[in-house]
């Protein structure tokens, strides 16, 4: 593939330290472009560190070389950091140090950080834009581990290519990964088909959360700070629960509310079927995303915050149903 990207010929010239790191709370996008972005650079003969602020999620334990990620932060000053799927660096959740920073990234917005950054907002997914450039770089490079790495964020974040992000494009991306390697059915059932007893009990006390709003368009969940100790799980083991929500027929927004260690933090997920932009929702609060997928966090009380998304949110439907009845 032949298309002059300026990240690449920016990388190709690095001789010192590398460091590849995504956001705090990671998802299979944010760990399989940090990973894929890790192995290519290694191939290429480039002295690089991985790392991020929390765990690998327990669905993602089968990635290769998941031993080889740091934990942040690092007290090293590195040549270049790479941001992989944040529009800010204070999304990574704690200090970075380094002489350049540059962004790779399918978010809408989001900061600036380098003539170097390569943001495409119309990608299906992170993992996508750090394919398009290392098959720019050198296509030989990408093999089995490189491509499974992809994949997975590439099914993650189109929700196995049930989203709206999901294009003519995915799916030549697709073909292009299972062709280098990729494993489809090996990687769905490593996601998808590995519950935990505890998970699924953490996601009963979630569920018996649900409430529903305006007229059950807007559904509700919440996981509260006791439930992840009294089954024995983590934030991490929440990944996709909001989906539950967000399957209810009728429903336009789904949101789940994450209680935080302060109990006054609340990590909010927002996911929505195409009526309603989400981003601009988590945006209003600070936050930022996609247009079906969204997050940001809120410190407040727990119904004062529930009850402010919920209007936020009523305010967007109502927008949009006295646009569709003006035009």
């Given at each position: 593939?032949?298309?002059?990207?300026?990240?690449?010929?920016?990388?190709?010239?690095?001789?010192?330290?590398?460091?590849?790191?995504?956001?705090?709370?990671?998802?299979?996008?944010?760990?399989?472009?940090?990973?894929?972005?890790?192995?290519?650079?290694k191939?290429?003969?480039?002295?690089?560190?991985?790392?991020?602020?929390?765990?690998?999620?327990?669905?993602?334990?089968?990635?290769?070389?998941?031993?080889d990620?740091?934990?942040?932060?690092?007290?090293?000053?590195?040549s270049?950091?790479?941001?992989?799927?944040?529009?800010?660096?204070?999304?990574?959740g704690?200090?970075?140090y380094?002489?350049?920073?540059?962004?790779?990234?399918?978010?809408?917005g989001?900061?600036?950080?380098?003539?170097?950054?390569?943001?495409?907002?119309?990608?299906?997914?992170?993992?996508?834009?750090?394919?398009?450039?290392l098959?720019?770089?050198?296509?030989?490079?990408?093999?089995?581990?490189?491509?499974?790495?992809?994949?997975?964020?590439?099914?993650?974040?189109?929700?196995?290519?049930?989203?709206?992000?999901?294009?003519?494009?995915?799916?030549?991306?697709?073909?292009?990964?299972?062709?280098?390697?990729?494993?489809?059915?090996?990687?769905?059932?490593?996601?998808f088909?590995?519950?935990?007893?505890?998970?699924?009990?953490?996601?009963?006390?979630?569920?018996?959360?649900?409430?529903?709003?305006?007229?059950?368009?807007?559904?509700?969940?919440?996981v509260?700070?006791?439930?992840?100790?009294?089954?024995?799980?983590?934030?991490?083991?929440?990944?996709?629960?909001?989906?539950?929500?967000?399957?209810?027929?009728g429903?336009?927004?789904a949101?789940?509310m994450?209680?935080?260690?302060?109990?006054?933090?609340?990590r909010?997920?927002?996911?929505?079927?195409?009526?309603?932009?989400?981003?601009?929702?988590?945006?209003?609060?600070?936050?930022?995303?996609?247009?079906?997928?969204?997050?940001?966090?809120?410190?407040?009380?727990?119904?004062?915050?529930?009850e402010?998304?919920?209007d936020?949110?009523?305010?967007?439907?109502?927008?949009?149903?006295?646009?569709?009845?003006?035009?």
């Open positions: 593939m032949e298309r002059f990207i300026p990240i690449v010929e920016r990388l190709k010239r690095e001789e010192k330290d590398i460091l590849v790191f995504t956001h705090e709370n990671p998802d299979g996008d944010g760990i399989g472009s940090m990973i894929a972005l890790y192995l290519f650079l191939k290429a003969g480039k002295n690089v560190t991985m790392a991020m602020k929390d765990n690998v999620p327990y669905v993602y334990n089968f990635l290769p070389n998941i031993d990620i740091k934990k942040l932060p690092i007290n090293h000053k590195f270049v950091a790479i941001l992989v799927d944040a529009a800010h660096r204070k999304r990574c704690t200090d970075i380094s002489d350049e920073l540059i962004r790779i990234d399918h978010h809408v989001g900061e600036f950080e380098s003539i170097y950054d390569y943001v495409d907002d119309y990608s299906p997914s992170t993992t996508a834009v750090v394919t398009e450039i098959r720019s770089w050198d296509e030989s490079l990408i093999d089995k581990d490189i491509a499974t790495c992809l994949y997975t964020g590439l099914i993650t974040d189109t929700g196995s290519f049930r989203y709206n992000n999901t294009t003519s494009k995915t799916f030549e991306i697709a073909k292009f990964l299972t062709e280098k390697g990729a494993d489809p059915s090996y990687i769905s059932k490593m996601i088909e590995r519950n935990k007893v505890n998970v699924l009990k953490l996601l009963q006390k979630t569920l018996s959360t649900l409430e529903l709003y305006n007229n059950n368009q807007i559904a509700v969940l919440t509260f700070r006791e439930f992840l100790r009294e089954t024995n799980t983590s934030e991490e083991d929440t990944e996709g629960f909001v989906d539950f929500a967000k399957s209810i027929e429903v336009k927004v949101v789940i994450i209680q935080r260690e302060d109990l006054k933090t609340w909010v997920s927002l996911r929505g079927k195409g009526d309603v932009d989400v981003q601009e929702i988590a945006k209003s609060f600070g936050g930022g995303g996609h247009k079906d997928a969204a997050g940001c966090r809120i410190v407040g009380d727990y119904q004062e915050v529930k402010k998304l919920v936020r949110i009523t305010k967007s439907l109502n927008k949009v149903e006295i646009e569709s009845l003006t035009v």
